[in-house]
Nanobody, 116 residues
């Protein structure tokens, strides 16, 4: 199993930036994919960015492509999400994600609020 703890959420004006971080513990050597998802009130959870643990492949949802960047610090078992040009529709709880042997794990989440 793996435990995921996010930090870095907050309130920002539209057009601003935030950087989220997630630290993994537990069976981190078994993680094959890291990612970030988000869930807004009344909406389904969506995975917005993923990265293979070897850093070879990254994917972004169309809603964040070109604005968000996922990165990883292997030495610290930490994955980051740099969010630029934030929009009010980006307001959501952002959750860290990790996949081990086909099983997905989620963190508790951190609130991101973008004001217009």
């Amino acid at each position: 199993q793996v435990q995921l703890v996010e930090r870095g959420g907050g309130l920002v004006q539209a057009g601003g930036s935030l950087r989220l971080s997630c630290t993994a513990s537990g069976s981190t050597f078994s993680i094959n994919t890291f990612g970030w998802g988000r869930q807004a009130p009344g909406k389904q959870r969506e995975l917005v960015a993923t990265m293979r643990s070897d850093g070879t492949t990254t994917n972004y949802s169309d809603s964040v492509k070109g604005r968000f960047t996922i990165s990883r610090d292997n030495a610290k078992n930490t994955v980051h999400l740099q969010m630029n040009s934030l929009k009010p529709e980006d307001t959501a709880v952002y959750l860290c994600y990790a996949n081990l042997y086909g099983v997905g794990y989620w963190g508790q989440g951190t609130q991101v609020t973008v004001s217009s």
